[in-house]
């Protein structure tokens, strides 16, 4: 613990050592100078507990509450003075929160505080033009490959969820007992889709499903994760030759990484049958297998060194089968390190990695044809941690970290932040090969082959909202092609008559709601929303059957016959 956490620590146990002496409670706790943080983090923990404990009786009197607000303030209040970290301060600014709303309004009423869950957030209308934009793009690119989509309940029976996402399974969350059913939030939309296709006894299909998921998560809003987010999902159902599908999918994230032009990126792909092949030859036992699997997933997060720890301490694996794999998992290539692969002495015995290095070989042939093999690397220390895939596996990684904008106090919830200084926002996109998931929901066990990818919307907009704050450029939130607006008073009707014709010939148009708005306030409201046009009446114009049309940018105006407006609106607009 640092001086200032040390220093706020003091504060908070003296101001409740005095809450508790007026409420005659006793507490004995051995006080510790500096050097024995740990007792004094051990203090702090048992005053709180006491002060929870004693909730129904001493914390309803108000002026004992009053004195813990007071308390507490006064521990933030040192934070900020003495600048430290962003999580300390929020962390103490919430527990000032919970203890204020604990004091109730003037009316005795008990109030609460006004936030989002931890791990949620709201979106302004700015933030959801730019989401808008990314669903259109990706929309756009499902649709072009031959997609069809479908929807699915946001909960799932519990047992349908269970013992598909290996150790991630402990993120579910689980909902109570409804009328005797156990059911839970969906994690992901993979495995809805697998039931979805073996209870309607579907073979094939290509679709995607655009979605939220939940998951229990620690989340770290700056770098996009949270425990309720988007997934965009596309996959492949269908018994076709090796590797087309796939190939196909792998084309997907690279034409909507370039489209959206989130800056340079790699592909990272591997195969779950080398990994299992890899384990064997290295010595894993077969049921050390998804655990280890785990363990390599976490390379892109965690030094070698520490996954080795993981491996050989919590794992029980020795360290010469631990550095036999470390061998492996730090190899990177192409097409040529598949063939390498198939002449190595001890992978080329296993039958298993065999398969998968000659269907990585296909992969890439197929990639040079798509002309994307500049942006895809095979890399041996990809795994992807989730137990139902059984072949061919991909991530897609930004090679840049950006500066992190600072979230508002009510969408922060307690959340880890990023990296200090930038979101390093990690995989944007990820999928792979799931041969054997639609069979484990079938009665007779009959398999369906998939291939799919899911596009990480949340990361990718967390990228995307940065880049508009660091743009000059304007985010529209509305989509208005003209205002319509009158130079004079008692023109009201007018302006509700044109502004219907304009709706009625799919015009987007609006107007102010009021009986005589100032003109100049009229093209203020214009340039404050970026409404390009503006269709201005007045007496002069009604009595010459013409409309002003006002462009705002230039401020050019010309008159226009009131037949021909609609098809002038539609020209500027569209040019523009």
């Known amino acids: 613990m640092n001086r200032v956490n040390a220093d706020s620590?003091?504060?908070?146990?003296?101001?409740?050592?005095?809450?508790?002496?007026?409420?005659?409670?006793?507490?004995?706790v051995a006080w510790c100078g500096r050097s024995s943080r740990a007792a004094r983090a051990s203090d702090v923990f048992s005053v709180r507990r006491v002060l929870r404990c004693s909730g129904s009786g001493t914390m309803a009197d108000k002026a004992r509450i009053q004195e813990a607000v007071k308390a507490q303030g006064e521990v933030v209040r040192r934070l900020k003075a003495d600048k430290a970290s962003?999580?300390?301060?929020?962390?103490?600014?919430?527990?000032?929160?919970?203890?204020?709303?604990?004091?109730?309004?003037?009316?005795?009423?008990?109030?609460?505080?006004?936030?989002?869950?931890?791990?949620?957030?709201?979106?302004?209308?700015?933030?959801?033009?730019?989401?808008?934009?990314?669903?259109?793009?990706?929309?756009?690119?499902?649709?072009?490959?031959?997609?069809?989509?479908?929807?699915?309940?946001?909960?799932?029976?519990?047992?349908?969820?269970?013992?598909?996402?290996?150790?991630?399974?402990?993120?579910?969350?689980?909902?109570?007992?409804?009328g005797g059913e156990l059911l839970s939030l969906r994690y992901d939309l993979t495995v809805p889709f697998a039931r979805y296709l073996a209870m309607n006894k579907i073979t094939n299909i290509k679709r995607y499903h655009i979605a939220k998921v939940y998951r229990r998560d620690n989340p770290a809003m700056t770098r996009g994760r949270y425990r309720e987010f988007y997934q965009c999902d596309f996959d492949i159902a269908g018994q076709y030759d090796p590797m087309i599908p796939d190939a196909e999918c792998l084309k997907i994230v690279y034409e909507i990484l370039s489209e959206l032009d989130l800056g340079d990126f790699h592909i990272k792909v591997n195969d779950r049958r080398i990994l299992d092949g890899m384990f064997a030859v290295c010595g894993v036992p077969d049921e050390k297998f998804r655990t280890i699997c785990s363990t390599v997933d976490k390379l892109d997060k965690m030094l070698w060194e520490d996954v080795k720890n993981e491996m050989?301490?919590?794992?029980?694996?020795?360290?010469?089968?631990?550095?036999?794999?470390?061998?492996?998992?730090?190899?990177?290539?192409?097409?040529?390190?598949?063939?390498?692969?198939?002449?190595?002495?001890?992978?080329?015995?296993?039958?298993?990695?065999?398969?998968?290095?000659?269907?990585?070989?296909?992969?890439?042939?197929?990639?040079?044809?798509?002309?994307i093999t500049d942006k895809v690397v095979f890399d041996l220390s990809l795994a992807r941690g989730l137990d139902y895939y059984t072949g061919v596996i991909y991530e897609a990684v930004l090679c840049q970290t950006l500066q992190a904008p600072t979230p508002a106090p009510a969408e922060q919830n307690g959340a880890v932040s990023g990296e200090e200084g930038g979101v390093s926002v990690g995989s944007v996109a990820g999928?792979?090969?799931?041969?054997?998931?639609?069979?484990?929901?079938?009665?007779?066990?009959?398999?369906?082959?998939?291939?799919?990818?899911?596009?990480?919307?949340?990361?990718?907009?967390?990228?995307?909202?940065?880049?508009?704050?660091?743009?000059?450029?304007?985010?529209?939130?509305?989509?208005?092609?003209?205002?319509?607006?009158?130079?004079?008073?008692?023109?009201?009707?007018?302006?509700?008559?044109?502004?219907?014709?304009?709706?009625?010939?799919?015009?987007?148009?609006?107007?102010?709601?009021?009986?005589?708005?100032?003109?100049?306030?009229?093209l203020q409201h214009c340039e404050e929303t970026g409404i390009p046009l503006v269709a201005i009446l007045g007496e002069q114009e009604l009595k010459d059957g013409v409309v002003k049309v006002r462009n705002v940018a230039t401020r050019e105006e010309v008159d226009v016959s009131r037949a021909e407006l609609v098809e002038e609106i539609k020209k500027r607009t569209s040019e523009s």
């Open 431 to 522: 999928g792979g090969r799931y041969d054997g998931l639609v069979g484990m929901f079938d009665p007779k066990g009959r398999k369906v082959p998939c291939v799919g990818v899911s596009i990480g919307i949340e990361r990718i907009f967390s990228i995307m909202e940065q880049k508009a704050e660091l743009s000059a450029e304007k985010v529209r939130t509305t989509e208005t092609q003209v205002l319509v607006a009158s130079a004079q008073k008692n023109l009201l009707e007018e302006r509700l008559r044109l502004t219907a014709e304009l709706w009625n010939a799919g015009i987007k148009a609006e107007l102010l709601y009021k009986k005589n708005p100032k003109l100049l306030t009229q």
């Open 9 to 28: 620590c003091s504060l908070f146990l003296q101001g409740v050592f005095n809450v508790l002496a007026y409420s005659g409670i006793s507490l004995r």
């Open 312 to 371: 050989v301490k919590e794992k029980g694996l020795s360290e010469e089968v631990a550095d036999q794999i470390g061998e492996y998992v730090s190899m990177q290539g192409g097409m040529d390190l598949a063939e390498r692969l198939l002449q190595d002495p001890k992978l080329s015995q296993s039958k298993q990695a065999c398969a998968g290095l000659t269907d990585m070989k296909q992969l890439f042939s197929y990639l040079q044809l798509f002309q």
């Open 86 to 178: 962003k999580e300390q301060i929020d962390e103490e600014v919430a527990k000032l929160l919970e203890l204020k709303a604990q004091l109730g309004g003037d009316d005795g009423k008990q109030t609460f505080v006004l936030k989002t869950a931890k791990g949620t957030r709201d979106y302004n209308p700015k933030q959801m033009a730019i989401r808008e934009k990314v669903f259109n793009t990706i929309v756009s690119c499902f649709k072009r490959h031959g997609a069809e989509t479908i929807d699915t309940p946001v909960f799932e029976l519990k047992e349908t969820l269970t013992g598909k996402y290996g150790e991630d399974s402990k993120l579910i969350y689980d909902l109570k007992d409804q």
